[in-house]
């Protein structure tokens, strides 16, 4: 997607081209020309305005827009070559035809009226006109009343409109998602915070509920209710690209076929499906959980189109390169190499309309009870994440077919994955924990506690800063939130690291937004965990930290 400077840069040339066009045709409406000169197949006809100093077709020649001269019955005299290259067809198939020919029929009627009502200070409308190929191109029409030999006539300046439109398209697509993005970044905080002590308490009470137990089978529906509102943030905060990616080298195919074994049995027995991956080693740099994702979610749009009819299902993972100097699949696409995922399926197809509006998260054509109708959203947001591309070609009543353009991933390249931690989950090191959510302080203490650590709570971050100063030797390990008042988790790590320089900290945060694992490293914070974690991968942060700090 185009970047909203881009756009608008586009936008301004765009009107600017608009305005010289309405300026010559207020040059010919105040009569500051004097002479029509029309080509045709009658050869060369000049017809004198009335009052004028310099030659009409040379102005009407040198406009950067389309013109023509019709008479009252809408037949045109004269027409421009720029107005020629925008219908794509040569003057002398313009010149002497009627104009309703050019213009569709859904907007002749309109524009008719405004013409035979069009007065001395003129009109303009929006119009939609036809190529000589049959496209139908968005037009601004401007038209204003002059004299040819004393014969009432219609001058009209015609600017293409349609780049125009799909920027403004473009536009307004990247603002709502900016803005979804906006919201999902500010709900996802709080929202988590409730999930995190719905998922941390109900998995406590289950560890101490025996599985024979109904209240057992209850807790775990609980904790997948709870699991699904997880995944739904991380669904918005995706397309909108603010989720946090773990990125790792991994083979496609794997993915494709993790992905299948988990989804095929569940789709329809009137799907087949085919798959096929190549022999090449098709290694990518990607977040694993986000590309199990993107295959989920084009196999299941696949379905989808497919549910009614049945159909074939086909899935191919190959490598492409992209040399310097060819023409790209896409238009943007950088050379290089690349690990191309085609999912296609022989559905009902879209129409332009729909894939004009496929990625858009405000757009579904699924119905009630389908669906949240965000999965080519998300997955458009994960594979641009990713640095890649997606090509779509559809047809109503014939199928789909989605390529992912993905960098593969060079071997050798330096990327360091870090491997789970091997070492005990507890300890008797001393915490300090900050959350202005008393039930997340409440939660981790426990969580923490019954691991043997020595763990200090408190819900301001004020008296955090004042119980550290007092006491900054009786902590090894401080685990702080983002977003609280008075003072960021941010903030308040600087001031305990200018306390005690080295302390290790935890930073937790709702969204990444803000703070990237980048941003918080160079701010000294050496570990950044995504609401909402399990008691786990808090244990392991801990326990990583600490072993850490004692080694150096």
């Not at 081209?17 to 029509?36: G, P």
Request: include cysteine; glycine fraction near 10%; proline fraction near 4%.
């Amino acid at each position: 997607m185009r970047g909203y400077e881009e756009l608008e840069a586009e936008l301004r040339d765009a009107r600017a081209r608009l305005d010289e066009a309405e300026e010559t045709l207020r040059a010919i409406r105040n009569n500051e020309v004097d002479a029509l000169v029309v080509e045709g197949d009658r050869g060369v006809q000049v017809f004198t305005l009335q009052g004028a100093e310099q030659p009409y077709r040379t102005l009407m020649e040198t406009m950067a827009e389309g013109a023509l001269t019709m008479a009252t019955d809408g037949t045109i005299l004269y027409c421009n070559r720029q107005l020629a290259t925008m219908l794509g067809a040569p003057l002398n198939r313009i010149i002497g035809r009627s104009l309703r020919e050019i213009v569709t029929s859904k907007d002749w009627q309109a524009l008719q009226g405004v013409l035979d009502a069009c007065g001395a200070s003129g009109c303009r409308g929006e119009y939609r006109l036809i190529t000589s190929g049959g496209r139908e191109i968005t037009t601004s029409v401007s038209a204003c009343p002059i004299q040819l030999q004393g014969v009432e006539c219609l001058c009209l300046v015609i600017s293409d409109l349609t780049e125009q439109r799909s920027f403004e398209q473009q536009l307004r697509r990247a603002q709502k998602l900016e803005a979804l993005g906006t919201l999902a970044g500010g709900i996802a905080h709080d929202f988590n915070n409730v999930l995190a002590g719905i998922i941390g308490f109900a998995e406590m009470v289950l560890e101490d509920t025996s599985p024979d137990r109904p209240e057992h089978r209850r807790l775990t529906m609980v904790l997948k209710a709870a699991h699904r509102g997880r995944d739904l943030v991380k669904q918005i905060l995706l397309f909108s690209r603010r989720g946090e990616q773990d990125r790792k080298p991994l083979a496609l195919v794997e993915v494709v076929e993790d992905t299948l074994k988990l989804l095929g049995p569940a789709f329809p027995s009137t799907i087949e499906i085919l798959w096929k991956g190549t022999a090449d080693d098709c290694r990518i740099l990607a977040d694993a959980a986000q590309m199990h994702q993107v295959v989920a979610n084009l196999c299941t749009n696949a379905v989808h189109a497919m549910r009614e009819t049945g159909g074939i299902l086909q899935i191919v993972a190959s490598r492409a390169i992209v040399a310097e100097g060819t023409p790209p699949p896409l238009p943007e696409m950088a050379p290089g190499e690349y690990v191309v995922l085609e999912v296609s399926d022989s559905g009902c197809g879209m129409d332009p309309e729909t894939m004009e509006q496929m990625f858009d998260p405000f757009f579904t054509t699924k119905g009630e009870g389908e669906g949240t109708g965000l999965g080519l959203s998300v997955s458009h947001g994960i594979v641009k994440g990713h640095g890649g591309y997606i090509a779509v070609e559809s047809e109503p009543g014939i199928g789909s077919r989605f390529l992912v353009y993905l960098p593969g991933f060079a071997e050798g390249a330096d990327i360091q994955v870090e491997s789970a931690s091997s070492s005990p989950l507890g300890g008797r090191e001393r915490i300090l924990i900050v959350d202005d959510e008393d039930i997340l302080v409440e939660l981790n203490r426990q969580r923490l506690s019954g691991l043997g650590y020595d763990v200090t709570a408190t819900t301001s971050s004020l008296d955090a800063l004042q119980m550290f100063g007092r006491a900054q030797d009786s902590f090894d390990l401080v685990i702080t939130d983002e977003t609280m008042p008075h003072m960021t988790g941010m903030d308040l790590a600087a001031e305990l690291l200018k306390a005690k320089p080295g302390i290790p900290i935890i930073l937790c945060t709702g969204h990444s937004d803000k703070v990237s694992p980048e941003r918080a490293w160079e701010a000294g914070i050496q570990k950044l965990l995504m609401k909402p974690f399990d008691k786990r991968e808090l244990a392991e942060a801990v326990r990583q930290l600490l072993d850490k700090d004692k080694k150096s």
